[in-house]
T-cell receptor, first 116, second 115 residues
Framework: AQKITQTQPGMFVQEKEAVTLDCTYD???????LFWYKQPSSGEMIFLIY??????QNATEGRYSLNFQKARKSANLVISASQLGDSAMYFC?????????????FGKGTMLLVSP | DAGVIQSPRHEVTEMGQEVTLRCKPI?????LFWYRQTMMRGLELLIY????????DSGMPEDRFSAKMPNASFSTLKIQPSEPRDSAVYFC?????????????FGPGTRLTVT
């Protein structure tokens, strides 16, 4: 079974600073994918970034990057140059890739508040 | 492009009433998921379909919950009879497939309040 742990219930950051949201995972399968989603106060879940376990480089999408440390089983999300609109709940999720049908396992989430 | 569409966005009902939540997945997506989100339990997967066929409904909490997907563009989640503990936000999500790196695209959710 897969498990995702997000140890930070809440994080605060000032506008224009960078922030790292922690995510650790547990799986015995060597082939897996890691996902980050953002949930603003309006409620929708927005896909941000994906990292495959065999990807050689850390994934980046605009101001989002994933600090993937396979040996430590961590997949931290880094948001550079924070903006007020980044205030939201952030969820880390994973899926095993080489099984026939595999669904996303989500963490409990981290609430990020960006202050002016 | 239209995203995942859910209706209604808000539903308030009395205990014992039947509730039907609706979802239209993104065109071309062949996998559909129903989730429930509460403060206490976080995001829970209830059931998912692939090519309109239910694959795993082990997350459905009780027999009061049922879900159908009669065609590729429509799914329903029904609660009968509803109870106050069913109050939650219900999300529908779709993806291009179940395997691989396909991300799930979520709808805006239906906020259900059972009084």
């Amino acid at each position: 079974a897969q498990k995702i742990t997000q140890t930070q219930p809440g994080m605060f950051v000032q506008e224009k600073e960078a922030v790292t949201l922690d995510c650790t995972y547990d799986t015995s399968d060597p082939s897996y994918g890691l996902f980050w989603y953002k949930q603003p106060s309006s409620g929708e879940m927005i896909f941000l970034i994906y990292q495959g376990s065999y990807d050689q480089q850390n994934a980046t999408e605009g101001r989002y990057s994933l600090n993937f440390q396979k040996a430590r089983k961590s997949a931290n999300l880094v948001i550079s140059a924070s903006q007020l609109g980044d205030s939201a709940m952030y969820f880390c999720a994973m899926r095993v890739l080489n099984s026939g049908y595999s669904t996303l396992t989500f963490g409990k989430g981290t609430m990020l508040l960006v202050s002016p | 492009d239209a995203g995942v569409i859910q209706s209604p966005r808000h539903e308030v009902t009395e205990m014992g009433q039947e509730v039907t939540l609706r979802c239209k997945p993104i065109s071309g997506h062949n996998s559909l998921f129903w989730y429930r989100q509460t403060m206490m339990r976080g995001l829970e997967l209830l059931i998912y379909f692939n090519n309109n066929v239910p694959i795993d409904d082990s997350g459905m909490p009780e027999d009061r919950f049922s879900a159908k997907m009669p065609n590729a563009s429509f799914s329903t989640l029904k609660i009968q009879p509803s109870e106050p503990r069913d109050s939650a936000v219900y999300f529908c999500a779709s993806s291009l497939g179940l395997a691989g790196s396909y991300e799930q695209y979520f709808g805006p959710g239906t906020r259900l309040t059972v009084t």
